[in-house]
């Protein structure tokens, strides 16, 4: 997934990062914003698709996570985003600001 986004113009800030609170899997920079991207995998949409798997709790905990980079990292100054980046078989959907 990171590939896609390198591809559109995107730096690779961190991949997998972890602590306590849990984990970001990509974290992203395009001019002023960082992207943290949720990646959600599935063999196929039978039980719905990636995006589908990314309710209020999971929002709620990635911007837990998100506060706790940018705190670690020291970085000010720059625009926020979710994405989340559904991967169904061979087909990938990029939800840009899903949340």
Do not use: P
Request: aromatic letters at 10%; glycine letters at 10%.
């Amino acid at each position: 997934m990171a590939r896609w986004y390198e591809r559109h113009g995107y730096v690779v800030l961190a991949r997998n990062w972890r602590c306590i609170k849990g984990e970001l899997d990509l974290i992203l920079q395009t001019g002023r914003t960082v992207v943290f991207c949720e990646v959600k995998t599935r063999a196929n949409d039978a039980y719905g698709g990636g995006a589908a798997a990314v309710g209020w709790a999971k929002q709620r905990r990635l911007r837990s996570l998100a506060a706790t980079w940018l705190a670690a990292t020291d970085v000010h100054g720059v625009e926020v985003r979710f994405d989340v980046a559904a991967v169904t078989g061979t087909q990938i959907e990029v939800i840009e600001a899903a949340f």
